[in-house]
């Protein structure tokens, strides 16, 4: 593998990561104040669309 798609792939598995251990902290909700998206500082559509790049299936509340 490439340097460059190496690295790529490690970023993925870091951000892939992250979103597991919030989501987990926060009970696998996605959306409202105690929810994945806002500990994250993202709005709830860029997180899902994140996940669903990431190949990472969350609940929807």
């Not at 190496?6 to 992250?18: K, Q």
């Not at 979103?19 to 993202?42: D, H, R, S, W």
């Amino acid at each position: 593998m490439a340097p460059a798609a190496e690295e790529g792939a490690n970023l993925e598995a870091v951000e892939r990561r992250h979103i597991e251990q919030v989501l987990t902290g926060c009970n696998g909700v996605i959306e409202g104040p105690k929810g994945a998206a806002a500990a994250l500082g993202l709005h709830p559509s860029t997180l899902r669309s994140r996940m669903q790049k990431l190949g990472m299936r969350g609940r929807r509340e």
